[in-house]
Nanobody, 120 residues
Framework: QVQLVESGGGLVRAGGSLTLSCTTS????????VDWYRQAPGKQRELAAR???????VYADSVKGRFTISRDNTGNTMYLQMNSLQPGDTGVYYC??????????????WGQGTQVTVSS
C-alpha cells in the first residue's frame, strides 16, 4: 500500500526556521501535487500552502513570504520550508498528496502529521 511519511517538526524559538518533508513509500513513482494543512490548538484545520500538478504554488496570507514548497529531484519528496516562524504558526502540520502509482492512476494520500511548536 502507498503511504506518505512526514518528518521535520519540532520546537523552535520565534524567528527560527524548520523544514518539513513528505515522502512516499510503497508502490509509488512520485508526487504530482501536495497540500500542506495545519491545525492550531482550538482552531479548525486550514490550508497553509499548495502546489498543483502543474507546479503552481499558492500560500495563505498568514504564511505568504515566509513559507515555500519545493520538491526533490526524484519527485518522491515534497518540502515545506518555514522561515521567520511565529508563535501563531504552532500546530500539527499534515501533507495531503496526489501520489502516482501507475500510468493514469493517481491516489490521494494523507501523511500522519507532525507537530510544530514555536516559543516566544
Amino acid at each position: 500500500q502507498v503511504q506518505l511519511v512526514e518528518s521535520g517538526g519540532g520546537l523552535v524559538r520565534a524567528g527560527g526556521s524548520l523544514t518539513l518533508s513528505c515522502t512516499t513509500s510503497g508502490s509509488a513513482f512520485g508526487i504530482s501535487a501536495v497540500d500542506w494543512y495545519r491545525q492550531a490548538p482550538g482552531k479548525q484545520r486550514e490550508l497553509a500552502a499548495r502546489m498543483t500538478s502543474g507546479g503552481t504554488t499558492v500560500y495563505a496570507d498568514s504564511v505568504k513570504g515566509r513559507f515555500t514548497i519545493s520538491r526533490d529531484n526524484t519527485g518522491n519528496t515534497m518540502y515545506l520550508q518555514m522561515n521567520s516562524l511565529q508563535p501563531g504558526d504552532t500546530g500539527v502540520y499534515y501533507c495531503n498528496a496526489d501520489v502516482i502509482i501507475a500510468v493514469a492512476n493517481v491516489r490521494n494520500v494523507w501523511g500522519q502529521g507532525t507537530q510544530v511548536t514555536v516559543s516566544s
